[in-house]
T-cell receptor, first 117, second 111 residues
């Protein structure tokens, strides 16, 4: 069965420091994609970063990078130089790419990040 | 810019009312989704649609139905709203690319 686990319900980080949000996954699909989304208190889901299972390099988008360790089935999000505006819920999600399972996203329960000034 | 628009941001309905939540996307995406989000439960898939007039049940379809008469519009219907359907509802869409785009969310309170 496909599953996403985010073990940290809440995290604190000091402004300007880096923080790592954990995500582990389980899937039997040979090809899959991993996503991170940010959800501020206003409610909208903001796409941050994507990693394909066959991508050779770890994904990066500005201050966001994804520490992808395929053998360990982990896809941790690293936020460098935290800003107050980074305070939000962060969700890890996975999408399988086999023929019968390529549309649904599997979601973790999220990590609430608070950035302290 | 890709846009997914949910018709109502905040709604208050009475128990037993029929409720329509509308979602429109402007990127010609094939796939559209309705989720509900509750504290501690994350996002749970209600229904999704992969083409006009096509739909599939998600993880929690009970008490809900959907309609996709046009490619850009995916409606979520609560035939007879109940208090346990008080929640935040999120619509999303995706095409052949990897990114899934979300609307701003609809906060529904059933009293």
């Amino acid at each position: 069965a496909q599953k996403i686990t985010q073990t940290q319900p809440g995290m604190f980080v000091q402004e300007k420091e880096a923080v790592t949000l954990d995500c582990t996954y389980d899937t039997s699909d040979p090809s899959y994609g991993l996503f991170w989304y940010k959800q501020p208190s206003s409610g909208e889901m903001i796409f941050l970063i994507y990693q394909g299972s066959y991508d050779q390099q770890n994904a990066t988008e500005g201050r966001y990078s994804l520490n992808f360790q395929k053998a360990r089935k982990s896809a941790n999000l690293v936020i460098s130089a935290s800003q107050l505006g980074d305070s939000a819920m962060y969700f890890c999600a996975m999408r399988g790419y086999n023929a019968g399972n390529n549309r649904k996203l599997i979601w973790g329960l999220g990590t609430s990040l608070a950035v302290n000034p | 810019d890709v846009k997914v628009t949910q018709s109502s941001r905040y709604l208050v309905k009475r128990t037993g009312e029929k409720v329509f939540l509308e979602c429109v996307q402007d990127m010609d995406h094939e796939n559209m989704f309705w989720y509900r989000q509750d504290p501690g439960l994350g996002l749970r898939l209600i229904y999704f649609s992969y083409d006009v007039k096509m739909k599939e049940k998600g993880d929690i379809p009970e008490g809900y139905s959907v309609s996709r008469e046009k490619k850009e519009r995916f409606s979520l219907i609560l035939e007879s709203a109940s208090t346990n359907q008080t929640s935040m509802y999120l619509c999303a869409s995706t095409g052949s690319g990897n990114t899934i785009y979300f609307g701003e969310g609809s906060w529904l309170t059933v009293v």
